[in-house]
């Protein structure tokens, strides 16, 4: 793929931005300082309307395509080229972006940026490749004069120039135009200054409560001064802004000295769900672990993205884990990355974490998150325990110090760590990065496991077998090692007992293991008090959903099974909240309640209804809400529309999101398919949809309907979602489906997409997942059948 730096070696970037009155467009002047390599050069600018272009103060000789400037007949050397211009500002959460709400019943509108991976080219003409790194001036002014305007870095000017105001930034240090940041604004703000002196301020729309952005803040001055420590080079920035943002592309973003986020993955109090502080944690984590692995040392290009995000990965849960080991942050890495990376590995056609990158479309694919980030730092939790803690983080101190401010790839990694490693680290770890897959062990020898039953030649070096999560490998223990592993399951530690439920539940998908097989399993389970364990025994009760048809008589029964194996816990934990409640208790109690719900206890609904009649839905603990609102949804149709109308009105994403799991819930069609209408509407939020899309799927009254209605809408929810997001509704999509007339519908309309290059790989991933359940299916429903029959 051509690169631009082989022409041009930007330096620094003076960018002067003027956003207009509505907030729809601005007018701009980059003046950017470099070395032409060449007499031709070439600069990305994607809707970028040019006035005029200086080059050494003389008018320039150019001219452009849809996504590129060239200017001709330059002199190699240094030189200053002035670019004034105008561009759009959308509203598809890409390059400069406007977001609406509304604050007591008036309309507020934030303009902010995201650049991640190839969108600066939009706000501003320029290398827009992660090694064409180069320092920034940036000056912004709004015609708001009430406006807080933020970037990068601290402010070093304030001013108000007629009815505008003015705001000039201090200059960057050297960094990717990926990584710039603007926002403006009415914020709320909440701040502290860390132990180590740096500045954290959160900021969110004035429709949220400053005190919301409490825990945040302080969370980040905690795990910023950990990681100062743990990499031994100190934040470079003098200050830190959190942002919160009312329209959000992906979960947040790591720009330099100004993180943005969803705000359900910033704002939080001491009400909110520990599932919610929990995540609130991990992502601020996440984020300010990019300030070094990406930020401050950036990977050369995008197919060494695992650089930035496997370790941010891992990070974000080895921080947390240290400064807040009462949020149980490994579980949440047992749960996605282990688990969830295991799962995605074993389909065909899935991608290596490490891949070559050809063209832009290419970019937007990388981000298969279960590969990219789950599977990257399974990898790196595997190497780091091989190494040792200390000899890793020795390795890591290294690698900035060598690297800072500027790019990397792999092989300075290996480098780094080589001289702490008693083993070949390249020649370990780089089979595992280029080859996608993983293997299955048995005994002493491995091959690849795929969920289609085959397998091919590729080898996986392992240098220490062990049977806790650090292996990124199946272990198929037999028959009788397996029955002996669950009659000593109180001995085993919390890795070794999610290592047996997550291998068996992989082996079952295919011929090494029957379904019927994880049914005594999760008996064997059923008294068990973890609740990471008992997210694993209901993912195993997920998985036996699909050999049921809705509403038959086996399913009757199943549901049945269901409800004994969750009774000694619902038992002990009822259906309301208690002082005395552990970390596990809390998330148990939900769990259980789930299990309950599901098999349609009669006895556990009017529980429900006794213990929260007379409680409005948004006084409910916030950890029952969603279980609470649906048990209630079952029997009261009426609190649907009740639910919808506080979802359109609430800012708070952790309600909205429990609302949405409730409303979905409905055993009424009419209410389930109303909500379709909503989507276009604008009353579910952009971002809401693929929860409100997946949720629908989920209950099987409306599944059809639901998938028609993506057939139907395709055009137009691509245009909507991007071509980040969409390629999630055809790989979450195929989750569900599980009749051959089902797969012929999907496969007739994917067939008509299947050819771009967006949507390629997902799709060719979806159909083998549905190919391999179906025949699943057909082999191990009667087994199922039978253990049904015999024990309930
Ligand atoms: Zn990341």
Redesign the pocket.
């Known amino acids: 793929m051509e690169r631009y730096l082989d022409y041009f070696v930007p330096s620094h970037y003076d960018l002067d931005l003027n956003i207009n009155d509505e907030k729809n467009q601005l007018s701009a002047t980059a003046t950017i300082r470099g070395e032409a390599l060449a007499e031709t050069i070439k600069l990305h600018a994607v809707n970028i309307n040019i006035e005029s272009i200086l080059v050494d103060g003389k008018k320039g000789d150019y001219d452009g395509t849809a996504d590129t400037i060239i200017i001709n007949n330059l002199v190699q050397g240094n030189h200053e080229i002035t670019i004034k211009y105008a561009a759009p500002i959308t509203s598809d959460m890409e390059g400069v972006y406007l977001s609406t709400y509304k604050a007591d019943n008036k309309d507020e509108k934030i303009v902010a940026t995201q650049f991640e991976s190839h969108y600066a080219r939009q706000c501003f003409p320029c290398i827009d490749e992660p090694a064409a790194k180069a320092t920034f001036t940036i000056t912004i002014s709004s015609a708001d004069k009430t406006d807080i305007i933020l970037s990068n870095m601290p402010a070093v000017s304030e001013d108000i120039e007629g009815n505008r105001k003015v705001v000039q930034f201090a200059e960057t240090p050297k960094m990717s135009t990926y990584l710039v940041a603007f926002a403006l604004g009415h914020f709320v703000s909440y701040e502290t200054t860390s132990a180590h002196g740096i500045t954290i301020t959160s900021y969110a729309g004035i429709h949220q409560k400053a005190s919301d952005l409490e825990y945040a803040t302080h969370f980040a001055a905690d795990v910023l001064d950990f990681y100062d420590d743990c990499f031994d080079t100190p934040f470079p920035l003098p200050k830190m802004d959190l942002l919160a943002l009312p329209d959000f592309e992906s979960g947040?973003?790591?720009n330099w000295g100004l993180v943005t986020f969803r705000e359900i993955c910033l704002l939080c109090n001491e009400k909110s769900a520990q599932e919610i502080r929990q995540y609130v944690a991990i992502v601020v984590a996440?984020?300010l672990?990019?300030m070094w692995f990406?930020d401050l040392v950036t990977m050369k290009w995008w197919d060494d993205l695992w650089l930035?995000?496997s370790f941010?990965?891992l990070m974000e849960v080895y921080s947390t884990d240290k400064i807040r080991p009462e949020l149980h942050a490994w579980e949440d890495f047992y749960l996605t990355a282990v688990a969830q990376s295991l799962k995605r590995d074993s389909l065909p056609g899935v991608q290596p974490v490490k891949v070559e990158v050809k063209n832009v479309e290419d970019i937007s694919n990388l981000f298969d998150s279960a590969i990219v980030?789950g599977k990257g730092s399974h990898l790196l939790l595997m190497l780091m325990r091989i190494m040792g803690e200390s000899n890793f983080f020795a390795g890591l101190k290294d690698y900035f110090v060598a690297h800072q401010y500027g790019n990397t790839v792999s092989d300075d990694l290996w480098d780094a760590l080589t001289p702490h490693c008693d083993f070949n680290v390249r020649e370990f770890m780089t089979p595992w990065l280029v080859q996608s897959g993983l293997p299955v062990i048995d005994g002493d020898t491995q091959k690849r496991f795929l969920i289609t039953g085959e397998t091919d030649g590729s080898h996986y070096p392992i240098i220490e077998q062990t049977d806790d999560l650090s292996g990124h490998y199946i272990i198929n223990n037999n028959e009788d090692e397996l029955a002996a592993k669950v009659s000593q399951a109180a001995t085993l530690s919390q890795e070794q007992k999610l290592r047996l439920l997550i291998d068996r539940r992989l082996l079952a998908k295919t011929s090494y293991a029957q379904s019927a097989s994880l049914m005594p399993l999760a008996q064997a389970f059923s008294s068990e008090t973890s609740a990471c364990v008992w997210d694993f025994v209901s993912a195993i009760v997920a998985d036996l959903k699909v050999f049921f048809d809705p509403e038959s008589e086996e399913e009757e029964q199943f549901k049945a099974f269901v409800r004994k194996l969750a009774l000694p816990n619902y038992r002990r934990l009822g259906v309301a909240s208690r002082p005395e409640d552990t970390y596990d208790d809390v998330e148990l109690r939900s769990t259980t309640m789930g299990l309950m719900l599901y098999s349609d206890d009669e006895e556990f609904l009017e529980a429900v209804e006794k213990a929260y009649e007379n409680i409005d839905i948004t006084d409910v603990d916030a950890d029952l809400r969603w279980v609470v609102g649906a048990a209630l949804v079952k029997k009261h149709d009426d609190l649907c529309a009740k639910y919808f109308e506080i979802y359109k009105k609430t800012p708070d994403s952790a309600l909205k999101n429990d609302l949405i799991g409730a409303i979905t819930m409905t055993k009424q069609k009419d209410t389930a398919l109303g909500l379709f209408e909503h989507f276009k509407d604008g009353t579910v939020r952009a971002q809401d949809r693929l929860s409100f899309f997946l949720r629908l799927m989920r209950n099987h009254l409306v599944k059809n309907e639901t998938l028609d209605w993506l057939y139907q809408n395709w055009e137009w929810l691509h245009r909507e979602e991007g071509d980040k997001t969409i390629p999630d509704y055809p790989r979450y999509a195929a989750n569900y489906i599980r009749k051959p007339e089902e797969a012929e519908k999907f496969k007739r309309f994917f067939n008509q997409h299947k050819d771009e290059k967006i949507l390629a790989r997902d799709v060719v991933i979806a159909y083998s997942e549905i190919d391999a359940r179906l025949k699943l299916i057909a082999t191990d429903r009667p087994a199922i059948l039978d253990y049904l029959k015999n024990t309930v």
């Open positions: 947040a973003m790591e996440h984020e672990s990019h990406g930035n995000e941010a990965n980030y």
